[in-house]
């Protein structure tokens, strides 16, 4: 079965998603962490990609990332998983295998969805029951965008530059977004998205997008919706 399509236009952002082969862990102390983090800024700035945020759980690792050209981001995953397999095989006398397979990534329509991708990503300690607050948690942007954590990796998107006119602004601005949580079918929505690698965004983004690549960018319904009671019903006639 050929390996789905990559959608990557350069300039818009995408969440990536990279895991431990069999949900194994990647990461056993702290300089695993940091380790990773120095690779991650270094193979970002060779390939041109701007990292808005980022989150490094035990198994898995969460980024959301505008490339500027189109092999850029996937030169990156590449870049630091070959690094990092290496370091991480003889810190702890392995050989191997590390990551599951090949990177998981949609494409983000930033107007809608950029923020809403961002707390999905820095809340995930949150809802891992790591830490009851993200800015606890050390190995996550949020505290750079929320905060006065400095960061040579992180580069802001032009649309929290505008959450304010200062820096204290717009850390104030950051951390209002955080005081509802995301509702489970959004949780849903951009997980579906990630795993499936289709495009996060509203209907005329996807459209938009459809039309530029000649190609779908999104889950095709198939046979109705399954939830509606004329579906239902339809099916009924069809079994009788």
Not at 103 to 116: G, I, N, R
Not at 203 to 216: C, D, N
């Amino acid at each position: 079965m050929p390996r789905p399509p990559r959608f990557v236009i350069p300039g818009l952002p995408q969440h990536v998603i990279v895991r431990g082969n069999n949900r194994d862990p990647i990461f056993l102390a702290e300089e695993d962490f940091s380790a990773y983090l120095e690779w991650l800024r270094s193979a970002a700035v060779k390939h041109g990609c701007a990292i808005h945020a980022y989150v490094l759980m035990t198994n898995h690792v969460h980024i959301l990332v505008t490339p500027s050209t189109e092999h850029g981001l996937g030169k990156m995953v590449q870049m630091v998983g070959r690094y990092y397999v290496q370091y991480f095989n003889h810190q702890y006398r392995r050989t191997g295998t590390l990551w599951e397979g090949r990177y998981k990534a949609s494409l983000v329509d930033s107007e809608q969805y950029l923020f809403t991708c961002q707390r999905y990503i820095e809340m995930n300690p949150v809802r891992a029951n790591m830490v009851e607050h993200p800015a606890e948690y050390p190995w996550s942007s949020y505290l750079v965008n929320a905060g006065d954590k400095r960061s040579d990796m992180v580069t802001q998107h032009e649309l929290y530059l505008q959450l304010g006119a200062t820096a204290a602004e717009r850390q104030l601005a950051y951390r209002a977004l955080f005081n509802s949580d995301l509702l489970g079918e959004t949780l849903e929505e951009i997980r579906d998205a990630a795993n499936k690698g289709w495009a996060l965004g509203s209907p005329s983004f996807l459209q938009r997008i459809e039309a530029m690549l000649a190609r779908p960018v999104r889950r095709q319904a198939r046979g109705g919706d399954r939830k509606s009671a004329d579906y239902r019903k339809a099916q009924r006639i069809n079994r009788n």
